[in-house]
């Protein structure tokens, strides 16, 4: 009985293949219930799994739905995935620059749901532009143009899809076995030959602590080893929001002006151009410091910016359009001194309330407000100055400084 299962998880023991079939298999198939489910996730963020759960719910992840063959695309093929934050707009930038470099991307993205915002998100909120591919369409743009960027199908990872929405609303997110699961299964599936992981922790992460996020770090590069691909990760820091801009369509410019100018947040270039040398280093097999150079001239020249129009155009959206509607409000620092936090987590769910992102799996978004930056950590203010310029819709949410900034 599924009860039999449930305890077993909540005593802290580990349990055999035919009871993992059973639950994530029952689930699947509407055999297992919702509320059934969740108890047994909660058990699971409470006493963990073993490595041979760990590795065979993984297995049952990825074949619950169809593993993408990329090889008719020529070349290495690099994903990259973070595990998500606030104002993470790195996937839009350092998917052209590496394609400008001739590695193929081809890019599954997912939307954002409670504080973490989602590329797809960032993608849909330039008018016009289709996330939802065939497989026959990302082959022949992959072959056309290098790049693709694109929302993960219904058909890929389907057992994820359900344990994830279900795991967002009942507390069970922030479990380092399931979180490698959930990330590593749509990794395999999605047939890449090599996995770039950006694993976040603090205040705006799903681990908070830099252990943790290490820990989950060599779990999913455990994981990817029993599949023979190769795993790098880089683990970055998301105490305060990455870069000036949160929310879809400011993040969208923000992109396009490291990308068009080269003008940037100098924390959202750096952890740019680390990811983006890593994947060229891994698909060349050449050291990081030889490849970033390459980013950078990519970057210099112009050419990712023009990769990034390739994109947007190929898959029908018109960056002419783009700008941000919304009425604008400036909060001014009441007081001088160095700024020592940006407290990201206050600045996500702050966004959520401005309407960017979802608290439910189906609310919509408006991909006009949003929250625009004008310091960073250790910028010394004066009293007076601009802080951030808040993008609002109808009604302007209170903002009260001292819960968003630590100013000493
Ligand atoms: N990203 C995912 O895809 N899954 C998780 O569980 C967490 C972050």
Redo the contacts with the bound molecule.
């Keep these: 009985m599924i009860v039999d299962i449930i305890n077993k998880k909540r005593r802290g023991e580990s349990l055999t293949h035919e009871e993992l079939d059973k639950i994530f298999l029952g689930y699947l198939n509407d055999e297992v219930f919702d509320y059934q489910m969740s108890a047994f996730l909660m058990a699971v963020c409470l006493n963990g799994m073993n490595d041979d759960e760990i590795f065979y719910v993984t297995d049952l992840f990825i074949n619950s739905g169809k593993v993408l063959d990329l090889s008719d695309i020529e070349g290495v093929k690099v994903d990259k995935?973070s595990?998500?934050g606030i104002g993470d707009k790195t996937t839009l930038i350092i998917s052209p620059i590496v394609a400008a470099l001739n590695v193929p991307v081809v890019k599954f993205s997912?939307r954002g749901l409670g504080i973490t915002g989602g590329t797809i998100d960032k993608l849909s909120s330039i008018p016009g532009f289709n996330c939802n591919l065939s497989y026959d369409e990302i082959i022949k743009q992959a072959k056309e143009i290098g790049i693709v960027n694109c929302a993960v199908s219904d058909d890929l990872v389907p057992l994820?899809k359900k344990v994830?929405a279900l795991?967002d609303v009942t507390g069970t997110?922030e479990s380092i076995p399931?979180?490698a699961i959930?990330?590593m299964s749509?990794k395999i599936a999605g047939g890449a030959d090599k996995i770039l992981l950006d694993v976040k922790y603090g205040d705006g992460a799903?681990v908070k602590k830099k252990e943790e996020a290490l820990e989950l770090a060599n779990l999913m590069a455990n994981i990817g080893e029993k599949y023979k691909k190769e795993v790098r990760y880089v683990i970055s820091d998301m105490n305060a929001p990455l870069g000036y801009a949160i929310g879809n369509r400011l993040e969208v410019m923000e992109a396009l002006l490291l990308l068009r100018d080269n003008k940037a947040n100098p924390n959202l270039k750096k952890l740019c151009v680390e990811l983006a040398s890593n994947m060229v280093s891994m698909a060349w097999n050449i050291p990081v410091d030889v490849a970033s150079l390459q980013v950078e001239e990519v970057i210099e020249s112009g050419k990712a910016y023009r990769k990034f129009l390739d994109l947007v155009k190929y898959q029908k959206g018109d960056i002419e359009k783009l700008k941000v509607e919304a009425k604008q409000k400036d909060i001014i620092s009441t007081k001088s001194g160095i700024i020592k936090e940006i407290k990201a987590l206050e600045f996500g769910k702050y966004s959520i309330e401005l309407g960017s992102g979802r608290m439910d799996k189906d609310s919509d978004i408006n991909p006009n407000v949003g929250i625009y930056l004008h310091c960073k950590v250790g910028d010394n203010i004066k009293q007076g100055d601009v802080l951030c310029n808040i993008f609002y819709d109808k009604k302007f949410p209170e903002f009260d400084i001292d819960k968003f900034f630590v100013i000493k």
């Design positions: 995935h595990t998500g997912g994820d994830y795991r997110s399931l979180i959930s990330i749509k799903l």
